[in-house]
């Protein structure tokens, strides 16, 4: 801890010193050094992170570099609305056990051969992030996972890089599927349809990928999981078809209708919208909210506990900051200086400057959370559109940039951290950075330049 905090001193006096080295102005320079502040104590000081964002907001309304209004205006609160709807929604799923349910079903269904077991776990991480969110997808596979490998005493590490890797591709394919997208969505003016044309079929492709470079790198634990499973009699004898009536049966009739609902309810919000002449994403927002409800009704006396213990607050606190952090850099003009420095690198259209976003969103989501990352990034694209350049494509940019390069390393993504957490808590085991990183690089860039390759071939014919 002592030498975490003399690191963070010498980091953020850094950043102050560089921002006054580089000629900029007094607001600019100040912004920049709390912004880093906020910044670093995240990283070094991660159990902190909401009391750092506190204390940047703070100081940047006392030196005035910011106001009460703008605050509000950079808050963000379309998008932690859009959240606290959809986690009440997973959350009522989830004290039903619905997922546990439909996974053990699916589960039994494959049956005892390990590469054939663990393709369909990845393909199911990645559906389930695709559907209900990265951190929910992991809660229920992570589970899902530690059952096998403790019952067959297996190393769960590798198999836990494998399920997180497919959870964050899969988490790109729709909005609902990671904070990053949801981001994405809201700022860019993206619809559900426009992530089903442009990045579902991708990130299917990309998952392919992944499950083939994940069984070859970690082919020596694919095969001891087969052996295992080879050898487990009881296994084979099981009655697959009881767990399989289970979840289509009467206990489970209000958790589909109501998954299924706001699943078709998601895809269909644009054309409804322009039905009814509403502004876009008006029942994007509308929707999540209206799925809330009605799990809360359903609820009846619980629903004050639902709503209490199963939306975060506290990482939505610590987005209402974030947003606010990167909205004040914003305003002080230095987003707008980083896209003239982007342009002056990459140019102001085309392909090069479609790699640089994707490329510098990656390696910032590696090492600061891809949600930091893509916050940091969402006013310069602005700013890169008020100086006449095209950014349509550079969301989609960004959006793969900050998923899949939240695998390369352990901080990368939300979804790593929790996993990593339910293995240290169960006494599993613990992982070092250079444990996650060697898979990380080697998963990472290869996914990430076949996304970025595909979306070219498309959006510059």
Known sequence: ??????????????????SALLGLSYPQVMAIGLFSAMLFGTLLFWRFRVAFALLAVATMLI??????????EFAG???ILFLIGMMVVIGFLEERHFFEALIDAIVQQVGGEGKKLLVVLMLLSGFFAALVDEVTSTLFMMATLFQITTRYKLNPLPFLIMLIFATNVGS???VVGNPVGIIIAMRGGLTFSDFLRWASPISLVVLVLTIVLCLIFFRK???????????DEELKNDDNSVKMRRIFSREFRVCWMLFMGTIVALILHSPLEHLIGLPKNTLLLAVSLTAAGIALMIEHEKARILLETRVDWWTLCFFLLLFTS???????GVTSLIAQAIVATAGSHGVALFMAIGWSTALLSAFMDNV?????????????????TDVGPLWWAMLFGGTLGGNATMIGSTANIVALGMMERRGLGTITFGQWIRAGVIITIPTLALALILLILQLYR
């Open 77 to 79: 609160l379309d998008i």
């Open 1 to 18: 801890m002592k030498k975490n905090g003399y690191i963070y001193i010498g980091l953020v006096l850094g950043m102050f010193l560089i």
């Open 63 to 72: 030196l005035g570099l910011t106001d009460v209004a703008h605050v509000i």
């Open 221 to 231: 634990d694919v095969t001891n999981l087969s052996v295992c499973l080879d050898c």
């Open 372 to 388: 930091l990352a893509v916050s940091t990034f969402v006013p310069v694209l602005k700013d890169l559109g008020s100086m006449g």
């Open 326 to 332: 990167v909205g004040t850099l914003q305003y002080v």
């Open 172 to 174: 790109s394919a729709t």
